[in-house]
């Protein structure tokens, strides 16, 4: 009998968006058959979610966006066994990649990603293109082949979701406060994208247990569409 396949999750989630979206991807991968082993990528120094008032916000959105680092503790051993994907998972900082995924790829993407099969999962706001067309152009330095991607945006219109997430980072609930909570319900996705990223997960599986290529799938999720 075929073995089952190996997935390894490399993953970064200040504020638990993109672990939520992982909760349930895993589920549906698990139910069809594979394999999981997740690494969550641990700053050196713990962060601190939310950022505690504006001013500090901007200046973390500041440096973000000059793809300042953030150094992260050594990854567990059991990541350079042999695995039939990588999923790499995470937010969009300032149209970055995290600071923790941009340690994580300068010092072990050679090493840990090279000939390797990744899919970039993806949790932001809204503004998503430039954080991916930069990560596969990383991916590539490592070596590694990108064979599809997966995109969840916060499923709330602009100009809420904007204000909403400078709220939320700053420390503020937004979903609380009078004249915005009417268009600003919660922070982050919602079940229905949950339920996306399972039938994602059901549908990645499915295809490495019968050797389909994954860049057939399509991981569309209405609210991040164009
Ligand atoms: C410093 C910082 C910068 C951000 N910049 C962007 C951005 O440029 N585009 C975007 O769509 N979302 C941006 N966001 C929002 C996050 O991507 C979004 O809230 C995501 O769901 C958080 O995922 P996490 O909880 O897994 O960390 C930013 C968040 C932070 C903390």
Known sequence: MKPSPTILIISFSLSGQTHGLLTSLISGLENSGCHIRQERLQPLTPMRFPFGSMTKTV???LR???RQ???IKPLSASCTKPHDLVI???PTWSYHPSGPMLSFLDRDGHRLLRNKTV???ISCRGYW???LWGLKGLLKKCGAQVANAIIFSHPISEPWRTLGVFLKLSGRHPEKMALISDHYPRYGHDKAQQARAEEFGRQ???HLVTGQPLADLSFQDPISLP
Request: aromatic share 4%; charged share 10%; net charge positive.
């Open 64 to 66: 973000t966006f000059c």
């Open 204 to 206: 990645i599986g499915s």
């Open 88 to 90: 790499l998972a995470g």
């Open 129 to 131: 293109r430039m954080h």
């Open 69 to 71: 680092r953030i150094a």
């Open 119 to 121: 899919i970039p999962l």
């Open 59 to 61: 200046v973390m959105m």
